[in-house]
């Protein structure tokens, strides 16, 4: 169906050889004899399944008894082809992924009815999800796909509430899980741990009229607390699931935090006079994470007289953004935001035509 393979709820006749440990058994009134029944598929069919099936799939049918001069007997099997711990515990999809913030869905499948995986976090009175930009909301790039780099997950733990830490998580289940363990580690070092058991696939719940996801505060003892580690260090968290079979199966999201309680730093304005009388201020400027926002007002900060998003990146890795000063006077304010909503504020005054200034 649009280029999509769906499972319809119908079987396939498989071939395969059956053997019987015995051809016929004679059970006295009250008694038990056992019979080992052996099915073996076919060639094709392995290929069949292997080639339709990439996590394996269930094989089932019934073994019959024949009674000669009585009650004839069957009984359901039910088996599975493949490695059953390898059909993935998580959806795949995350936030960004898929219809979220009322975007259309930009990857072609069916809009998703509710949530996938989400990091919650929190801008001062209204959910978030970690690593949007907390200036612009969800944006779209040239590809209609919502924008996101998992090296923008930064939490800045101040105190301020705004993006102070981890408010909630929500997994998309695609199959029951043993356990879920949710591990902190800081430079390979474990910093905090936490295994919940009997995690449910998610299903829809016709109470709610959604599909509600696995929920982590109606079965974890706390998020981790970011506070007491120093700007700039890089959290992983690491969510795994198991299945009770074997080893559990190897299902693992691996989620990148960086600690960000510092503003982005200015290193350098430029002053751009063009021959055709304007003039343009070439902010150049840095962070631990990426800058998120940056925009010049006048001092007072209530004309803006530029903002922006984007920024071009430098060899060295630094960003430059370029304001057009022209007739706005020479007094301005800079401020340069982070995804952490960490805000640092230059007032630059643009005196010198044609000689660069370095901050006030
Ligand atoms: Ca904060
Ligand atoms: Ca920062």
Redesign the pocket.
């Known amino acids: 169906m649009g280029g999509f393979e769906f499972m319809a709820e119908q079987g396939r006749a498989l071939t395969g050889d059956v053997t019987f440990s015995k051809d016929t058994v004679t059970v006295p009134a009250g008694g038990v004899r056992n019979v080992t029944v052996t099915v073996t598929l076919s060639a094709e069919d392995k290929a069949w399944i292997r080639e339709h099936f990439e996590n394996g799939i269930y094989v089932e049918g019934f073994v019959y008894l024949n009674d000669e001069n009585g009650v004839d007997l069957s009984l359901p099997f039910l088996g599975f082809y493949g490695d059953w711990t390898q059909a993935p515990v998580f959806d795949t999809a995350f936030w960004y992924d898929n219809s979220f913030f009322s975007y259309a869905p930009a990857n072609g499948l069916p809009e998703g009815n509710e949530y996938y995986n989400i990091l919650w976090t929190d801008l001062g009175g209204s959910d978030w999800v970690l690593g949007m930009n907390p200036y612009t909301g969800a944006v779209l790039g040239a590809d209609g796909k919502i924008v996101y780099d998992p090296a923008h997950n930064s939490v800045s733990p101040n105190g301020d509430g705004i993006l102070d830490g981890i408010e909630e998580i929500y997994l998309s289940l695609m199959r029951n899980a043993k356990t879920l363990t949710f591990t902190y580690t800081v430079d390979g070092e474990v910093v905090y741990e936490e295994s919940i058991g009997n995690a449910s696939k998610t299903s829809y719940r016709s109470a709610y009229g959604q599909i509600v996801p696995w929920i982590y505060s109606w079965y974890g003892r706390g998020f981790y607390d970011f506070a007491d580690l120093p700007s700039g260090t890089e959290v992983i968290l690491t969510i795994k699931g198991a299945v009770d079979y074997a080893d559990g199966g190897d299902h693992e999201l691996v989620i990148p935090i960086t600690v960000?309680t510092?503003?982005?730093e200015l290193i350098k304005v430029t002053e751009l006079p063009q021959e055709n009388g304007s003039h343009y201020l070439v902010i150049e400027a840095s962070?631990?994470?990426d800058l998120a926002f940056a925009q010049l007002t006048n001092t007072a900060g209530t004309r803006v007289f530029g903002q922006t998003a984007t920024f071009e990146t430098t060899g060295d890795g630094t960003k430059t953004v370029t304001f057009d000063i022209t007739d706005m006077g020479t007094e301005f304010v800079i401020a340069l935001c982070?995804y952490?909503a960490?805000e640092s504020y230059y007032a630059l005054t643009y005196l010198h035509l044609r000689r660069g200034r370095q901050p006030a």
Do not use: L, Q, T, Y
């Open positions: 960000d510092k503003g982005p962070d631990e994470v982070d952490a960490n």
